[in-house]
């Protein structure tokens, strides 16, 4: 595995471990740029960020972007993609990138999906055409992309899998990692792995010995919020903590709402992304320290504050709950531009208070104050 | 007239005449700041000037924003705008601002609408309501909206229409703006009158001389770009030039594309506004001075040039035909924000070219120059 191992473009330093609860304060070094962890990474699917111009999210801190292998594939395509300079040059987003593989994708969006030990074949979403994913090819793909950080290709099995089948799906994720890390050439790109072994503590173990032996530069933790209630997710993440290197990054793939980031990170998270924040935005839901928002309920109409007071992004800065408010009744593009705007800037305000209390030792006293707060509602 | 008379917090500087043409370089002076004519006003509707952010538009150099007074009246409210402190502050655009009476909006968009001496009697576009448009009440929606210019309540007679019936609606539309006038009481706004006669010049001179009686600080042109041909229109604004007063503006409302900008600004026009420039753009229409593309074709598929090249706009500094291309293929909002941004861009790139030419005397020369390189197209 030289090639891994010569191949570390993306570093992971820690700065300290809060004393509370373990939660680690870090900076992830990548060819685009340092980020502090731990850190939330907005999702730009198809090589945006929905509804956000590249510049607002710069002006909002954000850091890592990530991008979807499975959706840029089938459209635009990769080869595109790579002729544009890459996904950088192409969606002008000059920060650290992460793609992932497209695992997840071809098993909750494509249809007729087909599992082999080769790989898996699928069909398009967009239009029913045939496709097959083998790690060789999405290592291919994501090189094209050339983001920072480029996920292995894994299985991720379903919510609710028998041990057996999580077994199976488990093994072959670990040799498609392996077949990944061997396939992967580019010198300025990280690769990650991916652990899997769904809601079962010991298979979670054995995946993550697996995985941390074939010593990538940093590890995924997939499969997890399927569907599992989150004190099962939160024990899977305390279980295979004592196995995770410390001097390598630990994200928490597909997870992000208030709650989940400060408990990741109270579990040696160190990176998180999600939709949730962009998607819920364009359904006039605001996140707030005090909770969820929905704007456009009555109660608003002539609420002249801001979604949230203290807060200062654009949207806060500027324009009042009764003006969105109106913007959502009358079906206006701009409610969701603002909304987008304050729901990143909400996440990355979280992030900086999750940090700023590892700093101080004292997450635990952060979150239980969230709590009271009602930030998690 | 006095209260009119007194009330010019609007006023307008005539700088020089082009020589070639006749056409008209001057400022606007607003209560919002100053604003060089001939000058192309976007539209923002319902207090949103559709998918670009305020701070954007400013970049862009916008001038003047036009908002609805029948959209915002219906929704959310005048009285609702005018508890939020006024348009400018409800929709954060600090420059200038005008509204629209709402005429020519209860004669397109509500329907079983009854004219009567008194006013109009509407149904609501949304939900079917009732209401009653009168001058006195127009006055009191504009007052409150507070943008910088009001225009007086008038009657559009639809294309088409017959002498007798369009003598009837313009000798409506001249006591309305009277009403208007008397109704009109605040003294940093102005009130501008419209002119109609739909397509009979005799009626257009009438109404030019009837309006211009009453003193009005600025003269709307109503009822054009109904569905006749540009000729019919240019030869209308033809005829009424002798009859405009040259020290107060001149707005050819509803108006704004490419060649109407020029041919209007050589028939003496200083104010436009037109929906077209956003509206294309959410419908991946870009307008250049090549004429217009639209980027969803194949032939834009792997073009990594800017949607124009020369052109100064945030889209254009940054992104590729290519990308916008992928991202209407793929439905993200992203593309009508930068399209949005480069077509308003062309435009007050097109009325900068249309004001140098009258400063050097050289309209006519400007006009055949974008003539061959197909700006009309």
Not at 244 to 273: A, Q, T, W
Request: net charge negative; glycine share 10%; proline share 4%.
């Amino acid at each position: 595995m030289e090639e891994i191992k010569n191949n570390v473009p993306v570093t992971y330093e820690l700065i300290k471990t809060c004393k509370q609860t373990g939660a680690r304060l870090g900076i992830l070094h990548t060819p685009h740029g340092d980020v502090e962890t731990p850190t939330y990474m907005c999702v730009g699917t198809q090589a945006t960020v929905k509804a956000i111009l590249p510049r607002d999210l710069e002006e909002i801190g954000a850091g890592v972007v990530l991008s979807n292998t499975y959706h840029l594939y089938l459209r635009p395509g990769h080869e595109l993609v790579k002729k544009a300079g890459g996904l950088h040059e192409f969606s002008q987003w000059h920060g650290p990138m992460l793609t992932d593989s497209g695992g997840f994708q071809v098993f909750s969006l494509a249809s007729m999906n087909k599992i082999k030990e080769d790989g898996v074949e699928f069909r398009s979403h967009i239009d029913g055409s045939r496709h097959f994913f083998t790690p060789e090819k999405v290592m291919e793909i994501e090189e094209a992309l050339g983001a920072d950080i480029a996920m292995a290709f894994d299985e991720c099995a379903p919510a609710g899998c028998s041990y057996d089948y999580t077994v199976k799906a488990m093994d072959r994720t670990h040799r498609w990692a392996e077949r990944c890390g061997k396939a992967h050439t580019r010198q300025d790109q990280a690769l990650f792995g991916i652990i899997q072994g769904g809601m079962f503590g010991d298979l979670r173990i054995e995946s993550t010995k697996a995985l941390t032996q074939m010593d990538f530069p940093g590890y995924g933790i997939g499969g997890l919020s399927v569907g599992e209630p989150k004190p099962v997710m939160y024990e899977m993440l305390d279980t295979i903590r004592p196995y995770l290197p410390e001097n390598k990054p630990h994200y928490l793939m597909g997870v992000g709402s208030p709650d989940c980031l400060v408990e990741g990170s109270m579990r040696g998270i160190d990176m998180f992304d999600c939709v949730m924040q962009t998607r819920t935005a364009r359904n006039a839901l605001a996140m707030t320290f005090e909770g969820k928002k929905s704007l456009k309920q009555l109660q608003y109409e002539e609420d002249f504050r801001p979604i949230e007071e203290g807060c200062d992004c654009y949207a806060c800065r500027h324009f009042t709950r009764a003006y969105i408010r109106h913007l959502i009744k009358a079906n206006e593009i701009l409610a969701a531009q603002l909304i987008t705007i304050h729901n990143l800037r909400f996440s990355y305000r979280l992030m900086e208070g999750i940090r700023n209390a590892i700093r101080e030792d004292a997450l635990m006293d952060y979150r239980n104050e969230l709590v009271l707060r009602g930030t998690f509602n």
